[in-house]
């Protein structure tokens, strides 16, 4: 026999996603009640299932902290169907009580009851092209803190074993001559092992850090990032 589903047609209700990187702990309210609480996956595609095979009709709004996530989980629900919104963690209030109770469950639960009460402002979720542009930017960053830390150790190597670095060879870009230089540094024994793991993770950053840069310059003349003068 099969159990007749009630019809949710003209009600809303309110899901919160505590989201992680093994499981998501979901609770599910409606005006009045909360429905129900469980862990899953990390699969839009099953609770979206979920959802409109448990409440069909319903008009689902569905909500999770930014994170590591990004905006995924919010693309994936949104071409399904269901209105989901993703929120600045600072914006969730926390007593001193559930902090020492700290959970998965409280945690869906303040999603779901403030995503109910209308407490939350929703984040701006780009364009997916947008995202990926944000991206290379932030990786050339990165890169670039990268480079400074290596090329720190490396004058710290240097100083280490004595070396002087010549005047005319003293600025902060590195030249070719000054790379030349480098290649022929040698501590002797095991410092030129350690000193050439150096030199060749400074290389390779350098030479990632240089792909990016050809490629931001290239998006920054794009029609999208033009601005009329």
């Known amino acids: 026999m099969k159990t007749k589903v009630r019809d949710f047609s003209g009600e809303s209700i309110y899901v919160g996603i505590d989201s992680h990187l093994k499981s998501w702990k979901v609770t599910v309210m409606s005006k009045e009640l909360m429905l129900n609480s469980f862990t899953q996956p990390p699969d839009s595609v099953q609770l979206s299932a979920y959802l409109k095979g448990h409440y069909p009709g319903a ?14 989980i919010q693309r994936q629900l949104s071409s399904a169907g269901i209105n989901c919104i993703v929120i600045h963690p600072a914006d969730v209030p926390t ?19 403030g995503l109910k009460n209308g407490d939350f402002k929703a984040l701006y979720v780009p364009p997916l092209e947008q995202q990926q542009d944000r991206s290379l930017l932030r990786v050339y960053d990165r890169l670039t803190r990268d480079i400074t830390r290596v090329k720190n150790r490396i004058k710290f190597f240097l100083m280490y074993f004595g070396e002087a670095i010549p005047v005319e060879l003293q600025t902060s870009n590195w030249s070719k001559d000054f790379i030349r230089y480098l290649d022929n540094f040698s501590p002797g024994g095991n410092g030129n092992l350690s000193f050439q793991a150096l030199l060749s993770e400074y290389k390779m950053l350098n030479q990632q850090s240089a792909i990016l840069k050809k490629q931001i310059k290239e998006l920054s003349e794009q029609p999208r990032y033009k601005t009329d003068a």
């Open 59 to 72: 008009d689902i709004h569905c909500v999770y902290e930014a994170g590591f996530a990004g905006f995924n």
């Open 95 to 113: 007593s001193d009580k559930e902090k020492r109770r700290k959970s998965d469950s409280i945690d869906s639960g303040k999603l779901a009851r």
